[in-house]
Nanobody, 116 residues
């Protein structure tokens, strides 16, 4: 089993920055990809960024150049650095890990609110 705990969300003004953290515990050796997803009220959950076990990163076009996904193996933590936040990006952000045989695990989500 894997447990994921997201943190770092909050209220920010447009153009400001936040860094989200996803701390993993449990059976993490089988993880081959970790991703950040977001879901706005009334909308589908969408992919934001992923990082593979080998460090390959992928981003949705909407956040390229502004968001950065990274990993600290010593802390079993994946980060999402979000710069130049836009008003249309408030959402609940979720961390998800994908595993070779065990499927996927989701965190509880952390709220990001972008407001003037």
């Amino acid at each position: 089993q894997v447990q994921l705990v997201e943190s770092g969300g909050g209220l920010v003004q447009p153009g400001r920055s936040l860094r989200l953290s996803c701390a993993a515990s449990g059976s993490i050796s089988s993880i081959y990809r970790t991703g950040w997803y977001r879901q706005a009220p009334g909308k589908q959950r969408e992919l934001v960024a992923t990082i593979t076990r080998g460090g390959v990163k992928n981003y949705t076009d909407a956040v390229k150049g502004r968001f950065n996904i990274s990993r600290d193996d010593a802390k079993n933590t994946v980060y999402l650095q979000m710069d130049s936040l836009k008003p249309e990006e408030p959402a609940v952000y979720y961390c998800k890990t994908d595993h070779v045989l065990l499927g996927s695990y989701w965190g509880q989500g952390t709220q990001v609110t972008v407001s003037s």
